[in-house]
């Protein structure tokens, strides 16, 4: 089990995480929040790249940092910028990466091949990458998250920059791959985790605000959430969630803690609700 | 496994064709016209002379080899006659053999005041047959005549034979008592000189042409290793920060010893860059000037000067200065090791590389100038620990960045 207690991260006086409590078991773990919330600071601190300034991240209850080189030997990490060789081949730097990882030669050989296999990769494994495509890109950073068979696979914002196909495909593959191993998926979007995630955690001003299903999430804003074609019609306040067009109308849909229900259809939450309604302060 | 492969991210090919390229032209450019010079180029004509003493009587020449040596006057003599009998410019002014040469150059400079024009002329037409340069005063002005003709084997046999004989007899005592004399020479130095000149070592066999123009080029194969040394190891890290694939090495189970392996691949690439460079350029010296001869010569010879600090044999003088640049390159792929960590992109490094390359060329053209040589200002022990100060700060800071990097935040 991956355990944070009161972790925190400071640089200087800014703080970008404070005093957060999780535990990670099994499945996938998505941290939901927008950008600069804090996600990408808590990944680099599970994959030791950043140090908490206070607090402790445990591993089966010993320190990941004391452990060192035995927790980096079961963790899996994408990050957010995939750094790669562009005049390697994924095969080469699949081999290189298993060298850094410390795989011997004739598994690293095997994983590869299995893992290129995997993600659609084998007929273009001999060729340069600086011509694939950034689906083409993430899948050979998914395959060398999974060289050393982690049972902590951390994905920071795996589908940025990818097109609607290649999105369905990446989260297909993740949720193939969660089986037997913690998965821990950074994203802002909504869509990526809505139906592979086991859990939600979100941030707030720098702390933990939410860790729950995403069901019980969704659930937090039952009765609050409503769809009208005459939003003027709607007594304020109400906080707009999104648009969209039907039989030629524009038809709103919004949060209120006033009951709407004569005025406007009541209709289930969903986790981009949720987001629109939890980051209300920070949109434009 | 990992260090082999940040060997192979080292010698990629596109490097390696850009550094032997560079290098092609540095040696037309800058290390060719030392081997040219040599020996073609010193005026003693003392080289050829040098590898027939070395031939005869091996790494030193003692008083009774002298005496045999000075036997060879007739050789040179007799070919000097045969040259002179077959030349139409000697034959028409009457001198059939080297003897009436002597005698016609002797009653040249003996008339001083009274030379003919006919005189003057036929003087300056042999002269063009040695392949000399002339300088005559004609009405009262200085006029240079240049020949236009290389100089005859047998001539500068004759010249290099006397001066060598010359310098065996009398000159290299009178130099070295001349040094002591007018040099504002230390203590040290002066004790130094007076030790070389009364040990004997001064019997040694070894043209000062062949001292000067070995130093002169490993100043600038110096250059060419160092240079290469950046080219070839500084971008690693740098590449590595830019394209962010330091994530995925600080985040897996080598971590942050990556860059300790690095170290190692950029230490072993500037040992082998430069094991590669001197191979091949000194071995190109060491073919065309006939350095193999002297390799057991002492490099305190009555043929050379500047005198030395080290009683060395010639191949252990070249071995000193291989020493010398190997430091020199790994002091450099210390520094472009630290340089390439704290640079976020190839631009910035080259920025900053620029500098660092300029420092190493200047200390490297210090450390080697007249190497090893006693000299005003050429303090041998100084260079020495400057080098080794040099040397370990270099790999210190080097090892100093590679553990600071354990608890450093990579943000």
């Known amino acids: ?284 | 496994m990992a260090l082999i492969h940040e060997l192979k991210k080292i010698w990629n090919v596109k490097t390696l064709i850009i550094i032997f390229v560079l290098s092609g032209l540095y040696f037309i450019i800058a290390l060719n016209s030392s081997i040219q010079s040599y020996p073609s180029g010193t005026w003693l004509f003392d080289a050829d002379i040098a590898v027939y003493l070395t031939e005869n009587y091996g790494a030193t020449l003692e008083q009774d080899e002298f005496e045999d040596f000075l036997k060879l006057k007739e050789v040179i003599i007799f070919e000097l006659d045969s040259f002179i009998s077959s030349n139409a410019v000697f034959t028409g002014a009457g001198i059939y053999d080297f003897q009436d040469y002597e005698n016609f150059r002797d009653d040249f400079h003996s008339r001083y005041d009274t030379r003919s024009e006919a005189s003057m002329n036929l003087w300056i037409a042999i002269s063009n047959e040695w392949g000399e340069i002339l300088r005559i005063q004609i009405d009262g002005e200085w006029v240079d005549f240049v020949s236009d003709k290389e100089a005859p084997a047998a001539y500068t046999r004759y010249i290099g034979f006397n001066n060598v004989t010359a310098m065996y007899e009398y000159q290299w005592e009178e130099n070295i008592n001349s040094f002591i004399l007018h040099t504002p020479l230390g203590k040290t130095e002066t004790k130094r000189v007076l030790e070389i000149r009364d040990s004997g070592e001064m019997s040694a066999i070894l043209s000062g042409h062949l001292v000067l123009h070995t130093w002169q080029y490993a100043q600038n194969l110096a250059l060419l290793v160092v240079l290469a040394v950046f080219i070839l190891v500084s971008p690693l890290v740098t590449i590595d920060k830019a394209v962010k694939v330091n994530l995925l090495q600080y985040s897996s189970m080598t971590g942050r010893k990556i860059l300790k392996k690095q170290f190692a691949a950029v230490i072993i690439s500037a040992i082998g860059i430069t094991t590669l460079l001197l191979l091949c350029f000194a071995g190109i010296f060491y073919m065309a000037t006939g350095a193999r001869d002297f390799l057991m010569s002492g490099i305190n010879s009555f043929m050379s000067f500047p005198y030395h600090w080290l009683s060395v044999t010639y191949g252990q003088y070249c071995l000193l200065i291989a020493g010398v640049i190997y430091l020199l390159s790994v002091a450099s792929a210390a520094i472009a090791f630290v340089l390439s960590r704290f640079s976020q992109n190839l631009i910035t490094l080259i920025f900053k590389v620029i500098p660092s390359f300029a420092a190493a060329v200047l200390l490297s053209l210090w450390l080697l100038d007249e190497f090893l040589g006693i000299y005003v200002g050429g303090d041998v022990f100084f260079k020495a620990f400057s080098l080794s100060i040099i040397f370990a700060a270099a790999i210190g800071i080097a090892i100093f960045a590679v553990k600071r990097e354990k608890k450093t935040d990579l943000i």
């Open chain 1, 1 to 284: 089990m991956l355990m944070l207690n009161n972790v925190t991260k400071k640089y200087g006086s800014f703080t970008a995480l404070e005093d957060i409590n999780l535990e990670f078991k099994g499945g996938v773990y998505a941290l939901l929040a927008p950008n600069g919330a804090g996600k990408t600071t808590l990944i680099k601190m599970l994959t030791t790249l950043i140090f908490p300034t206070g607090g402790e991240i445990l591993w089966n209850g010993d320190e990941i940092v004391r452990l060192d080189a035995a927790y980096r030997g079961i963790i899996g990490y994408l990050p957010q910028d995939f750094g790669y060789y562009k005049n390697h081949s994924p095969r080469d730097f699949l081999l290189y990466l298993s060298a850094v990882k410390c795989i011997d030669r004739n598994t690293a050989k095997r994983k590869t091949e299995q893992l290129l296999e995997l993600v659609g990769l084998s007929d273009v494994q001999g060729k340069k990458m600086k011509k694939f495509s950034g689906g083409m890109i993430q899948r050979v950073g998914i395959a060398q998250a999974m060289l050393n068979d982690p049972k902590i696979l951390i994905l920071d914002e795996p589908t940025a920059g990818l097109d609607p196909k290649e999105r369905v495909r990446f989260r297909n593959l993740i949720s193939s791959l969660s089986k037997d191993r913690i998965v821990i998926l950074s994203t802002h979007i909504v869509s990526d985790i809505e139906t592979i995630a086991s859990r939600v955690i979100m941030f707030k001003d720098h702390k933990l605000f939410a860790n729950d299903e995403p069901a019980a999430l969704c659930a937090s804003l039952a009765g609050k959430v409503y769809e009208t074609d005459d939003i003027t019609a709607i007594p304020a306040p109400y906080l707009a969630l999104t648009e969209r067009q039907d039989g030629g109308k524009t038809i709103m849909r919004f949060a209120s803690e006033q009951d709407c229900g004569s005025i406007a259809q009541s209709v289930s939450p969903n986790l981009e609700d949720v987001f629109l309604y939890v980051y209300r302060d920070e949109r434009e």
